[in-house]
C-alpha cells in the first residue's frame, strides 16, 4: 500500500498523525500543516519505506527517523525542530532533509551512504555534524549553516565531497580519522579546507542514548561509548 502524493497536507487544524503499518512509499505528504506536533507509528510502517519531501512546514518539535525507512527526505521549514534521531539502517537521505530548521546536532548513522540535494541547509542553530564511517558522498549538502564549529567525519576513503559546507567558519574544526588526514588534505573538495582539518582516533562503534548503533563515530550529547 502506499499513500497518495499530497495526503494530509495543508490540514491547518491536524496536530497529530498515526501510521498503522503495511505502507511501502509515503509519497510527499503532511505538507504546509502549521499545528502539526507529533507523528507516531513510524516503526510500524513496512520495510524499504520511503519518506520523499514529507513533513515540512509543520509544527514538529523532534522526529525519530526509524530503520524501516531506507531513504528519507522532507521535514523542511519546521522553525521549532530542533531535535533530529536517525536510527541506523537509513540508507539516503535527501530532499533538502530538515533545512531551515532548530536543529543544533545531528548524527549520521554508518548505514547511511549518500548525503544529497540541500541537506541540512540553512540551519542557523546547527553546531555539531557527525558523519560515520559509511558515507561515501555529501553533495549540496550543510550550506548556509554559519554556526558550525565542529564536524565529525568517520570514513576511512574520503566522501566525495561537492558544493558543501559553505558558509562554515574557516575557525571551524573538522575531525577526521588520523590514518587518513594526508588523504583528506589532498581529496577533492576536502583540499578546500585543508587547515581545518584535525587528525582524530575515532572508536570502533558507539551506541547513543537510544540504544543505536552508529558505527564508527564520536560522543554526541549522550552517548554511551560500546
Not at 36 to 43: A, C, I, K, N, T
Not at 116 to 125: E, F, K
Not at 212 to 222: N, P, R, T, Y
Request: with cysteine.
Amino acid at each position: 500500500h502506499a499513500v497518495v502524493e499530497g495526503a494530509i497536507s495543508n490540514c491547518r487544524n491536524i496536530r497529530k498523525i498515526s501510521f498503522q503499518g503495511e505502507l511501502e512509499y509515503l509519497g510527499a505528504i503532511g505538507h504546509n500543516c502549521p499545528n502539526l506536533e507529533e507523528v507516531e507509528g513510524l516503526e510500524l510502517i513496512g520495510e524499504n519505506s520511503i519518506f520523499d519531501a514529507s513533513f515540512s512546514s509543520t509544527n514538529l518539535k523532534s522526529i525519530r527517523i526509524p530503520s524501516n525507512i531506507i531513504s528519507v527526505g522532507g521535514f523542511w521549514d519546521n522553525k521549532n525542530l530542533s531535535k533530529v534521531i536517525i536510527d541506523e539502517g537509513v540508507r539516503v537521505i535527501n530532499g533538502r532533509f530538515a533545512s531551515g530548521t532548530a536543529v543544533t546536532s545531528i548524527s549520521i548513522p554508518s548505514s547511511v551512504t549518500s548525503i544529497a540535494d540541500g541537506v541540512l541547509c540553512d540551519c542557523n542553530q546547527l553546531s555539531c555534524i557527525t558523519i560515520s564511517s559509511g558515507v561515501t558522498s555529501i553533495s549540496s549538502s550543510f550550506n548556509n549553516d554559519s554556526s558550525i564549529e565542529t564536524v565529525y567525519v568517520g570514513a576511512i576513503v574520503p566522501p566525495a565531497l561537492s558544493d558543501s559546507f559553505d558558509s562554515i567558519s574557516r575557525d571551524a574544526v573538522i575531525y577526521v580519522p588520523e590514518s587518513s588526514l594526508q588523504d583528506y588534505k589532498s581529496a577533492s573538495g576536502w583540499s578546500d579546507f585543508s587547515d581545518m582539518l584535525v587528525p582524530y582516533d575515532f572508536p570502533l562503534n558507539y551506541i547513543d542514548e537510544y540504544g543505536v548503533d552508529h558505527g564508527h563515530g564520536v560522543k554526541i550529547g549522550e552517548t554511551v561509548w560500546a
